[in-house]
């Protein structure tokens, strides 16, 4: 499936616990008195019961992966309907109406997630920590000892389609709204 995004946003790549099998996914019900776009590989947070999109420094409560109606049944899918509004096939505006719409969250703590970063990585900021950039859906390229919402785990030197690339690294949550980040 081409995603409307296309290589922006947290892609889940593999766990740092090896023979793990999936990882953790959590369903919350998406806020539905806000007009902001959420996109599959969004960071995103917990505000006030309701999934939103994580702002730059805030904790993140995991990745956002998909949407479901409240029949569990991806709103992607031919034949579902839902009341807000869905761009291409990755991308869900809620309505204000108060229809149940969830975000499908990975929510793993050994989750390593493929991102592409504003600007270059190198190898010497394996183990700093980073931010996201005011969309959510990108690291910022500066990484910092301070603990962040990020941590580049590796640097990735080599995409998926065999070319070189000098921005992109596998990252895992840093700062959880679900785990203590001390135990993280």
Same mark, same amino acid.
């Given at each position: #499936?081409?995603?409307?995004?296309?290589? !922006?946003?947290?892609?889940?790549? !593999?766990?740092?616990?090896?023979?793990?099998?999936?990882? #953790?996914?959590?369903?919350?019900? *998406?806020? &539905?008195?806000?007009?902001?776009?959420?996109?599959?590989?969004?960071?995103?947070?917990?505000?006030?019961?309701?999934?939103?999109?994580? +702002?730059?420094?805030?904790?993140?409560?995991?990745?956002?992966?998909?949407?479901?109606?409240?029949? +569990?049944?991806?709103?992607?899918?031919?034949?579902?309907?839902?009341? +807000?509004? !869905?761009?291409?096939?990755?991308?869900?505006?809620?309505?204000?109406?108060?229809?149940?719409?969830?975000? @499908?969250?990975?929510?793993?703590?050994?989750? *390593?997630? *493929?991102?592409?970063?504003? &600007?270059?990585?190198?190898?010497?900021?394996?183990?700093?920590?980073?931010?996201?950039?005011?969309?959510?859906?990108? @690291?910022?390229?500066?990484?910092?000892?301070?603990? &962040?919402?990020?941590?580049?785990?590796?640097?990735?030197?080599?995409?998926?389609?065999?070319?070189?690339?000098?921005?992109?690294?596998?990252?895992?949550?840093?700062?959880?709204?679900?785990?203590?980040?001390?135990?993280?």
């Amino acid at each position: #499936m081409a995603y409307t995004s296309e290589i !922006k946003g947290f892609w889940y790549k !593999k766990s740092l616990r090896p023979g793990a099998d999936a990882p #953790m996914r959590l369903e919350v019900i *998406l806020a &539905s008195d806000t007009s902001v776009a959420l996109t599959i590989g969004d960071a995103v947070q917990w505000t006030s019961g309701y999934l939103t999109i994580a +702002g730059t420094g805030e904790s993140v409560l995991g990745i956002l992966e998909g949407f479901v109606d409240a029949n +569990g049944r991806n709103i992607f899918q031919q034949g579902v309907s839902v009341s +807000g509004t !869905k761009s291409g096939d990755d991308t869900y505006t809620p309505a204000s109406s108060g229809e149940t719409v969830k975000g @499908v969250v990975n929510v793993d703590r050994d989750a *390593l997630f *493929l991102n592409t970063a504003d &600007s270059t990585l190198a190898q010497a900021e394996v183990g700093l920590y980073f931010d996201t950039t005011s969309s959510s859906d990108q @690291v910022t390229s500066t990484g910092s000892a301070t603990q &962040s919402q990020f941590q580049l785990v590796e640097s990735v030197t080599t995409d998926d389609e065999g070319n070189a690339d000098d921005d992109c690294g596998l990252f895992r949550i840093a700062e959880s709204q679900l785990y203590n980040a001390a135990a993280a």
